[in-house]
Structures are given as C-alpha cells and as structure tokens.
C-alpha cells in the first residue's frame, strides 16, 4: 500500500518500494488519463464517421505505408503492437470487408502476408481526413510550438527505452521519415 500523503517512502537501497510522490502521482494520473481520453475520442471519431476501429485503421495504415501495400502477418501484428492472434481476427474481419486480402509469402510456405486491397485504401483515404483533424485539435492545436517539441521528445525516450527493454516491438516510423 502507498505510504499517506506526506510519509516518508523507502529507499530503493533498502529494498524498498520507490512510490511515486504526490507531483508524479498526479502527472501519472493526468498522462494516463489524457492518453486514455484521447485514444477513445479518435476511436468514437472512426467508428462514427468511417464505420472503423482504431486498431483497425492503424493496421490499414501499417499496409498502406508498406511496400507493395503488404506486410507478414507476424509484422503486422509487430508494428500494430497487437498479438498474432488479435491480427488474425482483425485481418478476417477486414477481408469479409474486402480491406484486406491474405496471400501465402512465396519465400515461406508457412506465412501469409496481409495486403491492402484497393477498396482497403479507398476506406484509408476517406477516413483519414476526418482522423486527422480529430488528432490534430484534440492534441496539436491544445499545444503551443514548444510543447509539441517537449511531447516529441518525450514520446520518442519512452519508445525507445520501451523498445530496448523488450516491452514493446519497435514500431517503424511512416515511410519517408526514417
């Protein structure tokens, strides 16, 4: 149990909990909270404009960025931050949509590969718009130049030290940033 407000906290040296003080709690607390609100809001954006999950546009997005508009199955699952599984039910459900179609990889006869079909990037296309601008003043337009700046900063720290200590695969940046 956290110590009270105020109460002393143990030292990491004596094998003690590091508790979070009363700033961090409450800069924990908002970070968790606007990251949650923020990704339900472009969800609820999607889904009311385009019929279309985050997950599900993020994943239509991963293909579109990639060359020959396809990715293996298991790096679309990487990059999406998904499991293998959660992809192959997103993967059926976008080809019952006729999204995305599965092709067996000609150098591995056991893969597949999902491609984004051309309806799939029509779907893209028309989603996007209305994506962007709900990211853009939900998030860029509530910030000035610097913060922006600070939030890129941070944001690409906690990536790669999330990266590097295996809690998450390396997403790669969009085509053409790299």
């Given at each position: 149990m956290p110590p009270a407000a105020g109460a002393p906290t143990d030292?990491?040296?004596?094998?003690?909990?590091?508790?979070?003080d009363a700033e961090e709690q409450v800069t924990w607390r908002a970070y968790l909270s606007a990251t949650q609100l923020l990704t339900?809001?472009?969800d609820r954006q999607l889904q009311h404009e385009s019929g279309i999950?985050?997950?599900?546009?993020?994943?239509?997005v991963r293909l579109s960025e990639s060359p020959g508009r396809s990715l293996r199955m298991s790096q679309l699952a990487d990059s999406s931050l998904s499991s293998r599984s959660r992809v192959s039910h997103a993967v059926?459900?976008?080809?019952?949509?006729g999204w995305?179609?599965?092709?067996?990889?000609?150098?591995?006869?056991r893969g597949y590969l999902a491609v984004l079909t051309d309806a799939g990037f029509t779907a893209?296309?028309?989603?996007?718009?209305?994506?962007?601008?709900?990211?853009r003043s939900n998030l860029f337009d509530v910030l000035d130049a610097e913060q922006v700046e600070q939030l890129g900063?941070?944001?690409q720290t906690l990536l790669a030290h999330l990266t590097a200590t295996g809690a998450?695969?390396?997403?790669?940046?969009?085509?053409?940033?790299a």
């Open positions: 030292s990491p040296a004596d094998g003690g909990t590091r508790w979070l339900d809001r472009i999950a985050h997950t599900y546009y993020e994943m239509l059926a459900r976008l080809e019952e949509r995305i179609r599965r092709e067996a990889c000609e150098t591995d006869g893209l296309d028309q989603a996007a718009p209305g994506h962007v601008e709900t990211v900063k941070i944001s998450v695969s390396p997403v790669p940046p969009p085509a053409g940033t």
